[in-house]
């Protein structure tokens, strides 16, 4: 499975028996029950990047239940395996650690036996739970091995199929609390210079936080059908990326007709439909690929995908053409706005909005400090034509060179600084509208990069 290598028989006898070898020791030096994981994954091959995450989330799982003392891992060409010394009761693990194995679909690849402390497995049979099922016929397991009630390939497909659903789930769940995260993180941001945010509505007399709240609510399910479709993407002949973006056209206009009806009409987070519906599926196709989810990854992806569609776009718009305030700076200036940040793949948020945020945790700052910082280097330098279009392009770099100027003397600007901007943008209807959906990437991208609490688990891996 995924192109690993498989195992020998002999090598899979020598991995069971050094496991109980292992095992023996353990209980001699501890005296405490173990736990032995491992899964259940037909044929030779017993690796790959879906089985290893399979094996990592069971192992996540039985930790947290069981609170072990001791683990110890190996990960080798004849599968993954933990042992875990866990001290308690033989029977209350075994209890545990069926409900786990029979949580949901994956829980069924989960092999998790309880070893006593006098080295004898505690049975199914001794907490009076029944046998485990065959995963394709529901008989029970050791009969339909026995008898090879099932060919090989059908059970590694549905160990495969098994594999794919729960971690699309996972992976498109991931992706639509990030993206939702991020636009409440967003719009909570205070003091924005013109924008909504919890203290004021800025220029914006239509909206306030309680509109943007309901907008994001909405948008939540889209986000979700966004990875989902970037997680099938790779599956199907290695579809290229810009063919991905021509599938999340028709999810965008129905989450844009979600979003309407959730703020009364009112478009809070159209920009944010597009930029952060490429993200999400770049998070799904990246996720389905195996590989990781770095923020650099995820916005190379999205500039492949957006870069043709972009391109053609842009190539069919002329002055006499333009219909939309963008349209029109285009075929006019030049400007691209979110599209060129997009089909770049967001260079102002790589080179500005998230080394300023980071920069500005790594200083002390707050979430909500930090979010307003990056806000505002984003203002500095990215071509937003949402607010070009309020303020007008020679007012716009004028702005900008304003703004540059106060970051070069002060990189973290405070409260003061930002209500007084906020004060001027409103009093001259300048909404930094752009600035704000690469804000929305900025944290999303930025929430990747936070690390799990460490444990105090002593631990092994060979």
């Not at 789930?169 to 909570?188: I, K, N, P």
């Not at 070009?388 to 405070?414: F, K, M, V």
Request: proline share 5%; glycine share 8%; charged share 25%.
């Amino acid at each position: 499975m995924d192109g690993e290598m498989a195992a020998t028989l002999g090598q899979l006898l020598d991995a069971r028996e050094a496991r109980e070898v292992r095992q023996r020791a353990l209980l001699a030096q501890y005296g405490h029950p173990l736990v032995s994981f491992t899964l259940n994954i037909a044929g030779p091959v017993k690796t790959g990047a879906l089985i290893e995450r399979a094996f990592d989330e069971g192992l996540r799982l039985i930790a947290a239940r069981c609170v072990p003392m001791r683990v110890e891992e190996c990960r080798a060409v004849t599968g993954y395996e933990a042992l875990l010394v866990v001290p308690g009761d033989a029977l209350a693990l075994k209890r545990c650690s069926l409900r786990i194995e029979e949580a949901d679909e994956l829980g069924r690849l989960f092999d998790i036996d309880v070893v006593d402390t006098s080295g004898d497995k505690v049975s199914r049979a001794a907490v009076g739970s029944p046998e485990r099922r065959c995963l394709l016929c529901g008989e029970p397991a050791h009969a339909c091995a026995r008898s090879r009630a099932h060919g090989l390939e059908a059970v590694v497909a549905r160990t495969r199929k098994i594999l794919h659903a729960h971690f699309a789930r996972r992976t498109a769940d991931r992706a639509a609390e990030l993206a939702t995260r991020a636009l409440l993180l967003e719009v909570c941001a205070a003091p924005k210079p013109g924008l909504v945010d919890r203290l004021n509505s800025g220029t914006h007399r239509d909206m306030n936080i309680f509109t943007f709240m309901q907008s994001a609510a909405a948008l939540t399910p889209y986000f979700r059908d966004c990875s989902l479709k970037g997680w099938a993407s790779v599956g199907e002949a290695c579809a290229p990326p810009d063919a991905l973006l021509d599938r999340l056209v028709e999810p965008g206009l129905r989450a844009e007709e979600a979003m309407l009806q959730a703020t009364g009409g009112v478009n809070t987070h159209k920009g944010a439909i597009y930029s952060l519906g490429i993200l999400c599926a770049a998070f799904g196709r990246i996720g389905a690929a195996g590989l990781d989810p770095t923020p650099e990854a995820l916005c190379a992806l999205c500039g492949e995908m957006a870069r043709p569609s972009v391109e053609r776009t842009l190539t069919r718009i002329a002055p006499e053409t333009a219909s939309t305030a963008g349209e029109k700076l285009y075929a006019l200036h030049g400007l691209r706005g979110v599209r060129g940040e997009v089909a770049d793949g967001f260079p102002s948020v790589r080179s500005f909005g998230l080394p300023a945020f980071s920069a500005a945790r790594a200083a002390g700052r707050s979430l909500n400090d930090a979010a307003t910082i990056a806000l505002i280097h984003l203002i500095a330098h990215a071509e937003d034509t949402v607010l070009i279009a309020r303020a007008g392009i020679e007012a716009h770099a004028r702005l900008q060179t304003e703004l540059r100027r106060a970051l070069a003397l002060n990189p973290y600007p405070d409260a003061t600084f930002l209500t007084a901007l906020d004060r001027d943008f409103t009093a001259r209807n300048l909404s930094p509208g752009g600035a704000a959906d690469l804000l929305a990437v900025t944290l999303m991208l930025a929430s990747l990069a936070e690390s799990d609490a460490g444990s105090n688990v002593e631990s092994a891996r060979t």
